[in-house]
């Protein structure tokens, strides 16, 4: 039998409840929201609430700099972003994936969008939304 500890590993204790205890707490960055562009700020980037009793909301990303095609502004395709974590941890909100979606909006340019579910086993995941 293996010695593989999967909650050592994952740096997450199971409750008696079911429920898990994450001992690692990342660094998170906000949405730009709404608020005035930053000078050469390359991606904006919004909340939006899908479900307030589920807790499920999603993050845009757009580029500020959009290709035009005969001075009209060019659709973009969009992208949804399944960041790492597996539902258990991490968030679209930790700087890593925050990160990493602007780079993708900005580089490719397209919209792109991750969702923000609780992390499980408090939720069966993917079904939160």
């Not at 199971?14 to 050469?40: C, E, M, V, Y």
């Not at 479900?51 to 580029?63: S, V």
Request: glycine residues 8%; contains cysteine.
């Amino acid at each position: 039998m293996s010695k593989f500890d999967p909650y050592e590993h994952l740096k997450i204790s199971l409750n008696a409840d079911g429920s898990l205890t994450r001992f690692i707490k990342l660094p998170t960055s906000p949405a730009t929201g709404d608020s005035g562009q930053i000078p050469g700020q390359a991606v904006v980037s919004k909340d939006f609430i899908l479900n307030a009793e589920k807790k499920t909301w999603m993050r845009i990303y757009r580029p500020t700099k959009l290709p035009s095609n005969d001075n009209s502004i060019a659709r973009l395709p969009i992208i949804v972003f399944f960041h790492c974590g597996g539902w258990i941890q991490m968030s679209i909100a930790d700087t890593i994936n925050h990160e990493n979606s602007n780079r993708i909006s900005n580089e490719v340019p397209c919209d792109s969008s991750g969702g923000g579910i609780p992390a499980g086993p408090r939720k069966p995941a993917p079904r939160t939304v």
